[in-house]
């Protein structure tokens, strides 16, 4: 079955980096995009941007250029998310999520998220 | 960006029918889509397209709509259904709505 499983909560101080993973498994990982939300706590969904998981290329939604990274290690059908520079408003869930279709991006199957806390 | 205004909060009872309502602050066409969330879990696709039921999702969701006014329908309400529910269009860029938390009485 289709499973994307992410990596474990994250406690970091502000100015440290953090990275999170989104291992996909259950299909071709290379077939569909992977996208990023972030959820502030108690607070609604905010997409970030997305991931061509073919040709690795990045697209960032304008609220998260500069301080977000986008890779992937294509391998071993992971897609990441690094944060530099960590704010206090960056404490959020941040869920991966798979889009099925390149011309109409909706959101099928999602990560379980990924709890980042930044606090000093 | 294009704005999508959900209605924060509904309240009904067991066996009702509820509609929950998004307008987009422009023409998204049909790219408009709807999830569930519930505490502490991802969201859960239920409509992609404004109309078509995602695989697997009861028959008692729906939806409705095109251009700027999209409706979410479930009929009859169950209890399980107590989540919030976010819409979200993909036509210009991706937003959500800010959600509409559903409690069953």
């Known amino acids: 079955q289709i499973q994307l499983v992410q990596s474990g909560p994250e406690l970091k101080k502000p100015g440290e980096s953090v990275k999170i993973s989104c291992k996909a498994s259950g299909y071709t990982f290379t077939d569909y995009a992977m996208h990023w939300v972030k959820q502030a706590p108690g607070k609604g969904l905010k997409w970030m941007g997305w991931i061509n998981t073919y040709t690795g290329k990045p697209t960032y939604a304008d609220d998260f250029k500069g301080r977000f990274v986008f890779s992937l290690e294509a391998s071993a059908s992971t897609a990441n998310l690094q944060i530099s520079n960590l704010k206090n408003e960056d404490t959020a869930t941040y869920f991966c999520?798979?889009?099925?279709?390149?011309?109409?991006?909706?959101?099928?199957?999602w990560g379980q998220g990924v709890m980042v806390t930044v606090s000093s | 960006d294009t704005v999508l205004t959900q209605s924060p909060a509904l309240a009904v009872s067991p066996g009702e029918r509820v509609t929950i309502s998004c307008r987009a602050s422009e023409s998204v066409s049909t790219r408009m889509h709807w999830y569930q969330q519930k505490p502490g879990q991802q969201p859960k696709l239920l409509i992609y397209g404004a109309s078509n039921l995602e695989s697997g999702v009861p028959a008692r969701f729906s939806g409705s709509g095109s251009g700027t006014d999209f409706t979410l329908t479930i009929d009859p309400v169950e209890a399980n259904d107590t989540a919030t529910y976010f819409c979200?269009?993909?036509?210009?860029?991706?937003?959500f709505g800010s959600g509409t938390k559903l409690e069953i009485k």
């Open positions: 999520a798979r889009s099925r279709s390149k011309l109409l991006p909706f959101f099928d199957y």
């Open positions: 979200q269009q993909s036509w210009n860029d991706l937003t």
